[in-house]
T-cell receptor
Framework: DQQVKQNSPSLSVQEGRISILNCDYT??????FLWYKKYPAEGPTFLISISSIKDKNEDGRFTVFLNKSAKHLSLHIVPSQPGDSAVYFC???????????FGTGTRLQVFP | EAQVTQNPRYLITVTGKKLTVTCSQN?????MSWYRQDPGLGLRQIYYSMNVEVTDKGDVPEGYKVSRKEKRNFPLILESPSPNQTSLYFC??????????FGPGTRLTVL
């Protein structure tokens, strides 16, 4: 059973517009959430995170929103740039464990 | 430069021939993990280690072994590889309560 789900395998957005990537989870014990970005032939790199005590975390063009009641989080990229084209993984964990559960990823393409 | 290194980056082998993928980190991290990435399945944890001589199974440990004799190294061992272990493998490390840093990946093909 997939505990972390990214239901959109791909997303295409025009440069300058907002990209919204979504993630749903089922385990109510998750209390820390992360987004990773992955380019081809490279390992995933950390992008942004949020703990369950917050509902929003912002870092430059990237904002993550957490809706605990809906068990849903989203990543907003504004404005989107061609260099943002990559696969984005959502991940969740319980604090102080090394167990990160990843979603299946969403491939974002930003076109000019 | 802080990094996680893996070797080899690419490997083609045959069923049953034992192989080891090495992983090393230079950040003095306590936690290390191995993941495999497969189409439509995302990243799944194979094994993890919370410190030297402490290892535990992740979600998909069957067919794999690991060891953690030194803090910096965490090799992944396939004693008898099978075609269903053809995948992209990532090693990762982190300090306690910190984010994970991933290696560049090892693409393994088992014929």
């Amino acid at each position: 059973d997939q505990q972390v789900k990214q239901n959109s395998p791909s997303l295409s957005v025009q440069e300058g517009r907002i990209s919204i990537l979504n993630c749903d989870y089922t385990n109510s014990m998750f209390d820390y959430f992360l987004w990773y970005k992955k380019y081809p032939a490279e390992g995933p790199t950390f992008l942004i995170s949020i703990s369950s005590i917050k509902d929003k975390n912002e870092d430059g063009r990237f904002t993550v929103f957490l809706n605990k009641s809906a068990k849903h989080l989203s990543l907003h990229i504004v404005p989107s740039q061609p260099g943002d084209s990559a696969v984005y993984f959502c991940a969740a964990s319980e604090i102080d464990t090394d167990k990160l559960i990843f979603g299946t990823g969403t491939r974002l393409q930003v076109f000019p | 430069e802080a990094q996680v290194t893996q070797n080899p980056r690419y490997l083609i082998t045959v069923t049953g021939k034992k192989l080891t993928v090495t992983c090393s980190q230079n950040m003095n991290h306590e936690y290390m993990s191995w993941y495999r990435q497969d189409p439509g399945l995302g990243l799944r944890q194979i094994y993890y280690s919370m410190n030297v001589e402490v290892t535990d199974k992740g979600d998909v440990p069957e067919g794999y072994k690991v060891s953690r004799k030194e803090k910096r190294n965490f090799p992944l061992i396939l004693e008898s590889p099978s075609p269903n272990q053809t995948s992209l493998y990532f090693c990762a490390s982190r300090a306690r309560m910190d984010t994970q840093y991933f290696g560049p990946g090892t693409r393994l093909t088992v014929l």
